[in-house]
Nanobody
Framework: VQLQASGGGLVQAGGSLRLSCVASGRTFRGYHMGWFRQAPGKEREGVSCISGESRAYYIDSVKGRFTISRDNAKNTLYLQMSSLKPEDTAVYYC?????????????WGQGTQVTVSS
């Protein structure tokens, strides 16, 4: 599967952005999907993920501010980000995960830059 992320940009603190990630292929529903981010000088961290049945999970720092969703008919993953903070500044990557028997297989998009000014 190939992933194409978009929607990043520059926004003031307190603002909102919506990230999108379009996946190629016809088996989108079968993938667990997620958003990761990597800030300068820091390791990549998982932000949120969603199962094929749309069960969603979030890290504590974004709970109540970010909403992950997916449209399986459009092969698209979203991340609605609200009440953005400067510490949310990072390159955001979408991820698709499937299992080959018990072996995890990850696919990554190219990343989209989110910059939150104070």
């Amino acid at each position: 599967v190939q992933l194409q992320a978009s929607g990043g940009g520059l926004v003031q603190a307190g603002g909102s952005l919506r990230l999108s990630c379009v996946a190629s292929g016809r088996t989108f529903r079968g993938y667990h999907m997620g958003w990761f981010r990597q800030a300068p000088g820091k390791e990549r961290e998982g932000v949120s993920c969603i199962s094929g049945e749309s069960r969603a999970y979030y890290i504590d720092s974004v709970k109540g501010r970010f909403t992950i969703s997916r449209d399986n008919a459009k092969n698209t993953l979203y991340l609605q980000m609200s009440s953005l903070k400067p510490e949310d500044t990072a390159v955001y990557y979408c991820n698709a995960l499937r299992f080959d028997d018990l072996d995890p297989i990850n696919y990554w998009g190219q990343g989209t830059q989110v910059t939150v000014s104070s």
